[in-house]
């Protein structure tokens, strides 16, 4: 008989332990699923083999046997690895990783074959040409691909500089050597285009997708087919980094410096991260891409950590679209009170009129921003977030963007009784609706999460304005991501102050990437591009630098903020909110659990708080939140101070308040 410690899955900080069954089967090893019987009552539970022995160091009294093993899924060596390492890492439960690595949805009972890829066309596409600076990046990462070391290269490429032609080249050379490769993408909304590539350059057979989009049977039989080792690339979102290969010897992050590949939900893990674990176990290369790096690994590049390729061309020699910059405070004074600047609004006629494309970018969904009354100054907020809720016109209801919550458009404010209640602000749907009012004559779509929510929708937009059957697209970050079409020949920004005035550290850094990257969407053909920037803070720093295009003179500025107020990637950040519906007892924790790390850390933590999160209730549930930073240098002895807090805190079963921890958030909220 050999002895196996398994994780049960069970969703409870009491039950996250190793737990020694006997096992009488001889095949039974690391990463099985197996089904074992729990608890006082033997109940059945899934489990996941994390050791197998031959022997005991000492009995295990009332030792409880396996029932049986999943012939279908288990996970191999390097994930249950991983998955211990996520949870020294993120501060989450063993099952928390291992739900990373197991297929969603069962097996099809009727055997039917549920392939995302079956109403797939496209047409076979032979390797391009590189130019000088794509040769040579190229042959750095088959260099490094040769040595089997494990390394991470950072491409730092202007827009439309042929990153992916990079990118399907090394992924040749890595499956032509027997070994597989993940090929990532910030957005789901990028995947059709990036399919479509990697089909015409690897046909069907080959390729696999992963994302949350496809339907529960399709990611488990696309897993199945993964895990068998009949696809060796791999392409998806964020979770794709999880795929179930067994010898990848590359992984890429497209659009590295996307906020999306952090994960806000438990476990909250980095996919870079994981992707470098991953790696690191294989001796393979991670390869992040983007033209706008993060300030966190722009800084590692230069620091010796990661490797730095950079090209400074585009493909197709083509110079980067002139950009200006309009300042609204300017068009106000000239009686222009509409969200379009006489310069934008010449500027589109003069594009329509040649047969170009027109890109519209707003990073603010719904028609406006935010609901009041102009009599009392009451506005919406949401019943159980307490944030502003937005005003959506086609639906005539205010919708809180944070948990969907809707409720009718007021008529009478509640507080005062006025009907002086109105709609402010600007969103994607009153752009749209302004664009066919001034013109009339040409098509407008409009891309942001409002129009993608149906399944299909993504593909149709994009391939509208692809044949050209769309003029004027309008959008949020949705349309400043990857997306690569020739005919665009101008980009308008209607307002880059919206990011800019978020209460995040990070404002300035997302405000120049989106800024940088909706101006690369123009002149991706083989004619010039033209990008306005309407803003009100003409003078910002990141609002110059995006406009140069000058990633430099904004990196060394922002860096330079980062070390005064010791940032990241100065420290690290934590992010600890107690939550609970006992709003006394919240408060009192939170102020027990701020002693408590205190007294281990003494004052080399800085440590922020208690006080309110920003949204404080939710849905009966009152957050407090606090922020701490630990040096680099010190994330070990400051993660082990939250797990003994919370061993302190909250392992008492009678304890009604939780512990949520984010290390490095990319959101406050």
């Known amino acids: 008989m050999k002895y196996v410690d398994v994780v049960i899955d069970n969703n409870s900080d009491h039950t996250d332990e190793l737990y020694t069954y006997g096992c009488d089967f001889d095949e039974v090893k690391v990463g099985d699923k197996v089904y074992v019987p729990f608890a006082k009552g033997n109940k059945r539970r899934e489990a996941y083999v994390f050791t197998v022995r031959e022997q005991l160091e000492e009995p295990v009294r009332g030792l409880k046997k396996i029932l049986e093993i999943d012939p279908e899924v288990s996970l191999t060596e390097e994930a249950v690895d991983t998955c211990r390492w996520m949870k020294r890492r993120y501060l989450c439960k063993y099952i928390d990783g291992v739900k990373c690595f197991t297929p969603a ?33 190229l042959e750095q990462i088959c260099k490094r691909l040769k040595e089997g070391e494990h390394r991470i290269l950072l491409i730092q490429g202007v827009t439309g500089s042929g990153k992916t032609e990079i990118y399907l080249q090394a992924i040749e050379e890595v499956v032509n050597s027997g070994r597989q490769a993940i090929m990532m993408v910030p957005e789901i909304s990028l995947t059709p285009q990036t399919i479509q590539r990697f089909l015409s350059r690897f046909g069907k057979e080959r390729t696999a997708i992963l994302h949350s989009k496809l339907s529960l049977g399709q990611r488990y039989d696309e897993w199945m087919r993964i895990r068998r080792g009949e696809a060796s690339i791999v392409i998806g979102a964020r979770s794709a980094v999880f795929a179930p290969l067994e010898n990848p010897g590359i992984i890429i992050l497209d659009e590295e410096h996307e906020t999306s590949y952090k994960s806000d939900k438990t476990p909250k893990y980095d996919a870079l991260e994981v992707a470098a674990k991953r790696m ?29 390729i950079r090209l400074e061309k585009r493909y197709n020699e083509v110079p980067l679209p002139s950009v200006s910059i309009v300042d609204m405070r300017e068009e106000l004074k000239q009686g222009n009170h509409t969200m379009f600047s006489v310069e934008l609004v010449n500027a589109m006629e003069d594009t329509l009129a040649k047969g170009r494309q027109v890109i519209l970018f707003l990073n603010r969904r719904g028609y406006s921003t935010f609901v009041s009354c102009r009599n009392c100054g009451y506005t919406v907020t949401c019943p159980d977030c307490g944030i502003t809720m937005t005003y959506h016109k086609h639906e005539n209801a ?64 994009l391939k509208d304005f692809q044949k050209g059957k769309t003029q004027i697209l309008v959008g949020t970050q949705l349309v400043a991501k990857g997306l690569d079409f020739a005919n665009v020949g101008l980009v308008g920004i209607i307002s880059a102050d919206v990011t800019l005035n978020i209460p995040d550290f990070r404002s300035a850094e997302r405000t120049f990437q989106l800024v940088t990257q909706a101006a690369g969407r123009a002149g991706r053909g083989d004619e010039t591009g033209r990008v306005i920037i309407q803003t009100y803070s003409p003078d910002n720093y990141a609002v110059i630098a995006a406009s140069h295009q000058d990633y430099e003179e904004f990196y ?55 006080g309110p999160a920003p949204m404080y209730l939710v849905n009966g549930t009152y957050r407090m939140q606090i922020l701490m930073k630990a040096p680099n240098g010190k994330r070990q002895e400051f993660s082990q101070a939250v797990v003994n807090a919370r061993r302190q805190l909250f392992m008492d079963k009678k304890q009604d308040c939780l512990l949520h921890t984010d290390i490095n958030p990319f959101s406050f909220i």
């Not at 409720?407 to 994607?428: A, D, N, V």
């Open 105 to 137: 949805g069962t097996s099809s009972k009727r055997g039917k074959k549920r392939d995302p890829l079956a109403e797939k066309d496209y047409v076979p596409d032979a390797p391009k040409a590189l130019n000088p600076e794509q040769k040579a990046a």
């Open 280 to 308: 690191g176990h294989h001796k393979g290369l991670v390869i992040l891409g983007s033209a706008t790096p993060s300030v966190i690994n722009a800084y590692r590049s230069r620091s010796g950590l990661f490797d730095l």
């Open 398 to 461: 205010c919708v809180c963007h944070f948990c969907g919550k809707k409720q009718p458009q007021l008529r009478t404010c509640p507080e005062c009784g006025s009907t002086y209640i109105r709609h402010f602000g600007t969103g994607t749907e009153q752009v749209e609706e302004t664009v066919r009012q001034f013109f009339g004559n040409a098509t407008v779509a409009r891309l942001d999460l409002d129009t993608v929510r149906t399944k299909g929708s993504i593909d149709k937009i």
């Open 556 to 610: 060394e500025q922002e860096l330079l903020l980062r070390r005064q107020l010791s940032y990241p990637p100065f420290c690290d950040l934590y992010q600890l909110v107690v939550a609970g519906e006992n709003e006394a007892e919240v408060h009192r924790i939170s102020q027990a659990l701020k002693d408590s790390l205190r007294a281990q850390l003494g004052d080399q933590a800085s440590i922020l708080g208690p």
